[in-house]
């Protein structure tokens, strides 16, 4: 039996989301990471495919299955997510999940380093590419709704405001992880946009993810 349209409402649209960690190599036994799970992505294409929406997720070294009706497509490092993100515009939404690599070594060492006679090592790092501001900014196939998270441990809405702005997002989900966030299945989540932040509450991941689909089946009607 064919689903009522009002349970469809993202029905023919490319909903793009990027999840999980980035992993920076260093030698070919060791990385830069950060701390993400990949719940919350992963439950917000779950949520955009059961709303009807083509769902394409580029993601980063996570230990979760596939939601049904997701297109996953595995990386590994910030620039390769960059890579795929705009190998896979144009959609009609955007949403950065991820939690990126700031930051990868200058050069890669081909062999294991070893550790060797002295107490301290330093590492150049160069800063990678921001792929939420480079959708948000683009020129030619920018997604009618960019959407963006903030994991922030203090001054949450003041950071987030900040981002809003200077990735050329058109909201930003600003969560504090100053405590009970990473691997957690609950998240304390506030909404801002243009008209300002909604206030936050302790939510599960899944009901945030339905949230946030609801906030963009209406911003998209
Ligand atoms: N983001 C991205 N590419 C990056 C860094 C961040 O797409 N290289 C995205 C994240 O997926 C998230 C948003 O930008 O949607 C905010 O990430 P966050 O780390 O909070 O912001 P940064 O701009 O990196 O600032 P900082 O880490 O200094 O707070
Ligand atoms: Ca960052």
New binding site residues.
């Given amino acids: 039996t064919a689903l009522k349209p009002k349970t469809q409402p993202l029905k023919g649209r490319h909903v793009l989301i990027?999840a999980g960690p980035t992993f920076e190599p260093l030698d070919p036994v060791r990385g830069i990471t950060n701390r993400s799970s990949g719940k919350q992505g992963y439950a917000i294409a779950a949520a955009a495919a059961q709303a009807g929406a083509q769902v394409t997720l580029v993601s980063g070294p996570v230990s979760l299955t596939t939601p049904d009706g997701v297109t996953r497509i595995d990386v590994e490092t910030?620039q390769q997510m960059f890579e795929a993100v705009h190998a896979h515009l144009p959609a009609d939404v955007f949403i950065?999940?991820?939690?990126?690599?700031?930051w990868r070594a200058k050069t890669i060492a081909r062999d294991k380093q070893k550790k060797g006679e002295g107490d301290e090592l330093s590492v150049t790092l160069v800063k990678?590419?921001?792929?939420?501001?480079s959708v948000g900014k683009h020129e030619t196939l920018r997604p009618r709704l960019v959407i963006?998270?903030?994991?922030?441990t203090r001054n949450v809405e003041v950071?987030g405001q900040t981002?809003l702005r200077t990735?050329g997002a058109d909201a930003i989900m600003a969560n504090d992880v100053s405590k009970d966030v990473f691997d957690a299945d609950t998240t304390n989540m506030i909404l801002i946009d243009a008209s300002g932040p909604t206030s936050g509450r302790h939510m599960t991941k899944t009901e945030a993810a339905a949230d946030l689909i609801h906030y963009i089946a209406a911003k998209l009607t």
């Avoid at 990678?128 to 501001?133: F, G, R, V």
């Fill in positions: 990027t910030a950065g999940v991820a939690a990126v690599g700031d990678n590419p921001d792929i939420l501001a963006g998270f903030a994991a922030e950071y981002k990735k």
